[in-house]
């Protein structure tokens, strides 16, 4: 990693499959603030169940840029809470834990392993109670900004697709492209529903449904940086399109941009 005036002794680190070349990247130069990348960036921001992964992930995998899940990042926070019986109230202490903690995101696009502390927990960060517990710590101004940080010490050596919900208002203002994706609650807890089925959860939509505008509400309601599309995003409705033509209509939008 270069040397970064931002970052402090957490480490962070992505590693992906050296395969992926990065065809529109800029030569790395050294730089003061990480705010403007000087690489590629596409932000691709939207709620739980817009598509915004799987969107992410075939973009970063056509381009063959680094493929970031900015909400593995909090989740991994949360669980970390949750594991170490930290209060999710005490926002000093989850800062702390938050600033402290070693989250790496390692494989590629569709191979992606989450370690917190060392620990694979993919898994167990899309449990219900990390599900929860990430929307919570998200709240809390100071984990923002060590989540920020983390997320743009990950993406300085070369093209980033990042999903998140700030990505193109916070994260990477300047990015290339904004995409912001949405879909009817509807939509959005049947696609979710069925990813937790395949996931071996036995839940119904109306029960996703719930968790969904539970979170939803945490995320669009909250001071610091709530869920918002960026002014000069690009607005989808997922709703009724099938996301291969999102990520189609999206490719198209970043090949006029390049
Ligand atoms: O997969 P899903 O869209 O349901 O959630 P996620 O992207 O894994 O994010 C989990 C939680 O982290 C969200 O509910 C947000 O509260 C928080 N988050 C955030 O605040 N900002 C981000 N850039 C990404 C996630």
Do not use: W
Request: proline letters at 5%; one cysteine or more.
């Amino acid at each position: 990693m270069k040397p970064n005036p931002d970052s402090d002794d957490d480490e962070v680190m992505t590693t992906h499959n050296s395969a992926h070349r990065t065809p529109h990247s800029a030569p790395h130069t050294p730089h003061t603030a990480l705010r403007t990348p000087h690489f590629p960036a596409v932000a691709i921001d939207g709620p739980s169940g817009s598509g915004k992964s799987t969107v992410g992930k075939a973009i970063a995998r056509a381009l063959g840029y680094l493929y970031i899940d900015s909400g593995a990042v909090y989740r991994a926070v949360g669980l970390k809470a949750l594991e170490t019986d930290t209060s999710l109230e005490d926002s000093h202490a989850v800062a702390a834990l938050a600033k402290e903690a070693s989250i790496k995101l390692e494989g590629d696009p569709d191979h992606l392993r989450v370690f917190l502390d060392g620990r694979d927990v993919t898994d167990d960060i899309r449990l219900p109670h990390a599900s929860r517990a990430s929307s919570v710590v998200a709240t809390i101004p100071e984990v923002r900004e060590a989540v920020v940080k983390k997320l743009r010490e990950m993406s300085h050596e070369r093209g980033v697709v990042m999903d998140g919900r700030d990505i193109g208002t916070k994260v990477f203002p300047d990015a290339l492209v904004k995409i912001f994706l949405d879909a009817s609650i509807n939509v959005r807890a049947r696609r979710r529903c069925e990813e937790e089925r395949e996931r071996g959860r036995d839940v119904t939509v109306e029960q996703i449904g719930v968790e969904l505008e539970e979170r939803d509400r945490r995320d669009t309601e909250r001071a610091a940086t709530p869920l918002v599309k960026a002014a000069d995003a690009i607005f989808i409705d997922t709703s009724d399109m099938p996301l291969d033509r999102v990520i189609d209509q999206v490719l198209e939008i970043i090949m006029t941009r390049s």
